[in-house]
């Protein structure tokens, strides 16, 4: 365990130091991404901390590609860029809880319900990514075109993103355990049917974010965003709930995704 604990710790930091330098988290990011990745390599093993690891470099790829021409959209964003410490918990917090429940229980549905989680930040995370650049998405509440950006929109491209994304984590994780050759771990079948659960949950993110998520009007240049403030004023609360922010809609419909994928889990499982 301790042992466990040395290269958890040490690989976190190494990768949590790279990811400062290529600004992909801030400094309580960082230390954040260090006791989750730490927490994950400990009480799980290579599957458990490589999929996480492999949602963050994904996900960190995916926001610097054409940055230039998702900056439009990101102007709306509440968060772009470095993640904070929040981020990295909202992403992978629930993540590690499974972890935790399973090394002390070791219920088989407790793996389903980490890959439904990790493949909804995933599949969310992609979906926002690359349907950043879509010229046509629609919000998913009125159905009507609305800007690249807008909470609840959702695009062809996007969906696709999401699907894509949820089978990243499935593929991930599977072939991870084939590497450590993990006899008792889930087939592929069922790995792949779980994984699902966060296309779901993306989805639900979607759906969340357009209906109850704080919406805000910058009192400057009256332009409509999840930001509490722009142009060095403090924005007017239109819509939603003030509570809501990105960070818990992440948790929320990560919490739908582990919930759908358990789901499928026991349906295959009957």
Not at 101 to 120: D, H, K, N, P, R
Not at 130 to 146: A, D, E, F, L, Q
Request: glycine share 8%; charged share 15%; hydrophobic share 50%.
């Amino acid at each position: 365990m301790l042992l466990k604990f040395i290269i958890g710790a040490s690989c976190s930091m190494v990768v949590s130091l790279l990811a400062i330098q290529l600004s992909m988290l801030s400094m309580s990011g960082a230390w954040a991404a260090v006791i989750v990745g730490t927490g994950m390599f400990t009480f799980g093993n290579l599957p458990w901390y490589g999929t996480l690891l492999s949602f963050f470099i994904s996900s960190s790829l995916l926001s610097k590609w054409r940055k230039k021409q998702k900056r439009k959209a990101e102007r709306m964003y509440e968060k772009t860029g470095k993640r904070d410490a929040l981020q990295v918990l909202a992403n992978g917090g629930l993540g590690l809880v499974f972890c935790v429940l399973y090394y002390f229980f070791s219920y088989e549905w407790l793996i389903a319900a980490f890959l439904g989680t990790m493949a909804t930040v995933n599949a969310d995370t992609w979906a926002t990514e690359i349907g950043g650049i879509s010229k046509n998405p629609r919000s998913v509440k009125t159905w009507k075109h609305v800007p690249a950006g807008t909470s609840g929109a959702v695009s062809t491209l996007g969906l696709f993103a999401s699907v894509l994304g949820s089978l990243w984590i499935a593929m991930t994780y599977f072939l991870l355990s084939v590497v450590i050759n993990i006899e008792d771990s889930l087939s592929l079948f069922v790995i792949t049917m779980c994984s699902m659960g966060g296309f779901v949950g993306a989805l639900s993110d979607s759906i969340i974010g357009s209906r109850w998520q704080a919406q805000y009007r910058c009192t400057v240049c009256l332009e409509k965003m999840e930001k509490k403030s722009h142009c060095g004023q403090p924005n007017d609360c239109i819509s939603g709930m003030k509570w809501l922010n990105n960070d818990m809609v992440n948790v929320i419909s990560s919490l739908i995704g582990a919930f759908v994928s358990v789901t499928v889990y026991m349906l295959l499982s009957m």
